[in-house]
């Protein structure tokens, strides 16, 4: 039996590579939404949320030993053999690397303000690494000073004596 010059077979085997695709599409997408991050730097903390997934993380910035950004594009492959490839997209990519040694990869894809948020958190992480470079100096001070107390000390005694 033919329907305007296809039969029946042909037309489903079409329907299903087109609702197949269609379906990839969708599941992409919905995994692309449920994976959406809000970001916040409050205070002293970097809260990575994920909305729809109900789950939030807290980065403390004394966790955070270093930043830094990269570049990288997105390039079209029109073909195998081309060597000239269009480029779609040039971002940039935030690398945050934990004390723990665990990498967090954020891009600019994500983070619509990129530029700024690096810079805020930056700024964050230098400041907290002058204050404990402060602490460690005020401590360095304290032995400084208990070690001459404890050579003007002995020195004192043995003059008397």
Do not use: H
């Not at 935030?94 to 810079?119: A, H, P």
Request: charge should be positive; proline fraction near 1%; include cysteine.
């Amino acid at each position: 039996m033919k329907v305007e010059g296809t039969d029946r077979e042909t037309a489903k085997i079409i329907m299903l590579i087109f609702s197949g695709g269609s379906f990839f599409f969708l599941v992409i997408s919905c995994l692309q939404v449920l994976l959406v991050k809000k970001m916040d730097l409050i205070g002293s903390k970097l809260i990575i949320t994920y909305p729809l997934l109900f789950t939030t993380k807290q980065i403390d910035i004394t966790n955070i030993g270093r930043i830094y950004r990269s570049r990288y594009k997105i390039t079209n492959n029109r073909s195998w053999f081309e060597k000239n490839n269009s480029i779609l997209y040039k971002g940039r990519t935030l690398t945050i690397v934990l004390m723990s040694g665990q990498n967090i990869k954020l891009d600019s894809l994500e983070i619509t303000e990129f530029e700024r948020f690096y810079t805020l958190l930056k700024a964050r992480v230098r400041r907290k690494d002058v204050e404990e470079n402060k602490k460690n100096i005020i401590e360095i001070q304290y032995l400084v000073s208990i070690v001459l107390t404890i050579i003007f000390v002995i020195y004192m005694a043995k003059v008397k004596l």
